[in-house]
């Protein structure tokens, strides 16, 4: 059977091609979706700084929400530091050090900032030093509250030595001047002072962030073990070897998470274009044959025999192309990860976990689409008789199964009723129902295409004037009589249309909002932050209060939170980036409240968006569940409820609330809203130049970023390469399709057909696939858009460039042409008798 397979093969190597191209870039996306999830549960972050401690103790810095993933917390838990001496007393035990870390900065001589690679704990107290691996200090200890010591890049890069002075930015400190008693080399190391300097800086007497234990030879196991009966019940975690790295920094391994869902949100619409294109290149290549499985079944081969052939055929094929397609996929999965690191997203210290277990999983995945399409495919063939197979084989199917149009327009229905999401979700998760619709819809249509082509081509017949010109005649007959063939064709081009313009537009769109929901919400016109450091010193805010000009400023901070609610009865918990900010706030911002008032923003309170309360069934004065982004768990009560959530988030805790949980402070950043007169800006300008680290910048949105969002830049990402493979698989499926009908174009030929009126009936086809490839793909996309703009903007379109409608255009009828145009002249080198003598 497998020989047989083979030497049908070796006739048919322009619709195997599209086969493989289809495998090899299925393959390719399947494996690079796995290496991601993998990574996310089992790469390690490098230990750093901690690489010289045998075990750590510190805090579980995720949340277990029942029957899900963990969710990463990023902000630095706190332990008791009585701890410390309990766990030096245990056998085995040589050194025990309670770390504390703060932000810090240096200043060089010319007043610029040189943060440190990791500001939010880079400051660190001098008996840290004895966690680093390998450290050679230059110098001595630091010893009262002037003296630092710095690591090696740090001093390279403000200038300074051994017994020079640098002035750093310590905390909420204003920028001070120290005496460098040491430059310390090691992986990880940053800026060291006193122990009790750091005490003080960090503000937190009485805890310490973590606690490093190193061990004697052989004792590290039975040590771990003993430290976990002590620490039992606490909430506190034992991490050895490699999983010591994730206590460096909990933002840092807050990503593996963010890999875990990213994989997740990208496999679904992955496997939907996989198994679409793959199995619409089989279809094409199991259709060429149909011929050669009837005869086969005219000399006696049964139906099973049949499917099995057709099925080991394409795994051949596929089992070629699966190599390289894997080989690919992890280097498009190195790209990502690049692309994650570059736009802040994900650690650099993250390596990619490489593993047989992608490549496994994308190999058995692709073999069994490559079956189940091919055997399907074959179907109609295998069950016919054998007289009735030959019959059949002459000429392709004209008829479509009255079932598989049904459940085409019933896709198409059920996308319409998804499109409403954005109407009844104002949020990033409903507008993520547009692009699902839009995907949907392209199925529904790849199934009632051949009914919906065939009486578009009917009536376009029927309207032809007696003097239309053959070529055109032919074009239109050809298009109502093989109906299956041409939809084949659309819908994919269909897809890649859809797909464009829903998935970009979505992106535009949301962008369009949450900018104009945060520059209808931001009153305040500057901002003042210290971006090397993460918090603003403290009293400076007071000082710019008292500015000439200044009207208002108020201070803002981010953090995380999750969200505890109920269901469908079921307990569900959240992870959201929330807005810290003060009673005052109501100043630099408006929210756009609509219950409560920002004033009462005090103690355990919080705001929440309307679409927040709505969904999870709260109002002003109840009380929510929340777990802060440290791990500790609050009941709060709802002091407002706000219209901006899509610009400012679905919560915004009280600064009292958020106090003594975050990693920085929750005093991030200030907004500052002025009389708008020149000696006011000229005056807050002066003042942030007489202050070395804080930096004015314009207001920008709530949460300090100009920028567009790294989940844009994902899903851009995700949208070229996604697009890349469909127009690749595409354009190879319209080549093998053209070439196999080197038989109809020799048999118009010896009826007198010229190559030329070949060519234009060919041209008059492919412009006729385009056309509908293109408003069969923009009528998809017309209501999801239309809902999307409506729900997001107020308006029945949505926002984004005027060009990516004849961008995609010009794609499609580029694609469409150029595909059909050269096999056709490929075909017409050859006459036609010898043609038709090698069919």
Known sequence: MLHLAVRMAAHRIAALLAVACAVLGGGALVTATGVLAETGLRSHLSPGRLAGADLVVGADQEFHPPGDLPVALPERARIPAELVDRLAGLPGVTKAVGDVGFPVSLVDAHGRVVPAADPGPAGHGWSSTRLLAHARVEGRAPTGSAEAAVSAELAAAAG???????????????????????????????????????TALSGRTGSVDLVGLTTEPDARDRVA??????????????????????????????????????AGSLSGIVLLVTGFVTAGALGVCIAGQR????LMRAVGATPKQ????????????AAAALVPGVGLGHLLAGQFRQLLADRGVLSPDLPLSVSPLPALAAVLLMLAVVQLSARTAAWRTSRMAATEAVAESRSEPRRPSRARTRAGLLLIAAACVLSVGPLLSRTVLGATTTSLAGIISAIGLALAGPALVARAGSAAVRRLRPDTAAPTWLALANIRAYALRIAGVVSPLAMAVVFVLTYTLTQTTVLAATDADTRAGT???????????????????????????????????????VWQYEEFGEPAA???????LAPDAAGVLDLDVTEGDLSALTGRTVAVSSDAARFRGVARGDRVRLVLGDGTPVDARVAAVYERGLGFGSVVLSRDLAAGHTTTGPQQSILVRTDGSAAADRTLAAFTASRPGLVLGGSGSADGGDDAPPEVWINLA?????????????????????????TEIAALRLVGTTPRQIRSMMRREAAVIAAAALASGVLLSALPLALLGQGFLGRPWPAGPLWLLPAAAITVVVTAFATVELPTRRTLRHAPAETLRAA
């Open 160 to 198: 300074v030595g051994v017994g020079d002075r640098v002035r750093i930015l310590a905390g909420d400190r204003l920028a001070t001047a120290y005496r460098v008693s040491a430059v310390v080399t090691a992986p990880g190391a940053g800026v060291y002072v006193a122990d009790a300097t750091a």
């Open 225 to 262: 073990d003993a430290v976990r009966e002590q620490v039992a019940d606490s909430g506190l975690k034992v991490r050895t070897g490699a999983d010591v790295g994730v206590a460096v920094s909990p933002g840092a391994d807050a990503s593996r998470s963010l890999l875990i869902l990213l």
């Open 291 to 294: 011929r050669d499985l009837a």
């Open 306 to 317: 049949i499917r099995r052939l057709a099925g080991a055929q394409s795994t051949v094929v």
């Open 523 to 561: 009153l305040g016109q500057y901002r003042l932050s210290v971006p090397g450091q993460g918090t603003v010193a403290d009293g400076t805010l007071d000082a710019v209060r008292g500015l000439p000009g200044v009207r208002a400023a108020a201070p803002l901070g981010t953090t995380t939170v």
């Open 574 to 580: 959240e992870a959201a980036s929330a807005l810290v």
């Open 718 to 742: 995700t949208i070229v390469v996604l697009l890349g493979y469909l127009l690749l698989s595409i354009a190879n499926k319209l080549v093998a399709a053209t070439a196999q009908r080197r």
